[in-house]
């Protein structure tokens, strides 16, 4: 399974990249200890470019860290909502690029971020630093979450995403 997740990473990173430059987060899943699921939509997630692994800031998480007591695993989903896209998929009747993936890890515990960690948030956000709402929500990011990346799934839309991946998308199958 890692050897097909590493094969993929690179298309996986541009899905990612896709995701967050039309709807500015991805969806984060966990599960508590009772065994209900959580979302939480996660907006500073960034993938390492060689390895399967990622991280994010964890700053508004309430409920998340509480689940990561008792259940380490993660599903984090991008799904690009361009809509010219998705216009384009309609009237061609398939998708030229993926319409989204899945990836499935284990998280690990919050620890100090790094500079460089750090610069890559500033540098993402920085056109948006003299505005009020910047400083009230990212004044502060000082801590990072790891998640290390052992699966993924495509999002599977029938015929529409035929080819988009490899036979991977009728493996899983999963919507």
């Keep these: 399974m890692a050897q097909t997740l590493e ?3 690179p298309q996986i990173r541009r899905t ?5 430059g039309t709807s500015f987060h991805f969806s984060m899943a966990s599960v508590d200890d009772q065994g209900n699921p959580h979302i939480s939509p996660i907006g500073s997630l960034r993938l390492d470019k060689n390895r399967t692994r990622g991280y994010y ?6 409920k998340m ?16 909502s361009r809509i010219r896209s998705w216009l384009s998929a309609l009237i061609r009747g398939r998708f030229k690029s993926p319409p989204g993936v899945r990836l499935y890890g284990t998280v690990g515990e919050v620890r100090e971020a790094t500079p ?6 500033e540098r993402r956000t920085g056109i948006l630093r003299f505005l009020k ?6 004044s502060d990011l000082s801590h990072v979450r790891e998640i290390h990346f052992d699966d993924w799934a495509p999002v599977n839309l029938g015929p529409m995403t035929q080819g ?5 998308s009728k493996k899983k199958g999963a919507s």
């Excluded at 988009?164 to 991977?168: A, L, P």
């Design 7 to 9: 094969s993929h990473w």
């Design 16 to 20: 990612f990249a896709a995701a967050l």
């Design 57 to 62: 800031f964890e700053l508004f998480t309430k």
């Design 65 to 80: 860290p509480r689940n990561f007591q008792t259940n380490q695993r993660v599903c984090v989903m991008a799904v690009p």
């Design 116 to 121: 460089e960690e750090k610069v890559w948030w």
């Design 133 to 138: 709402g910047y400083k009230i929500l990212w």
């Design 164 to 168: 988009c991946w490899d036979s991977r």
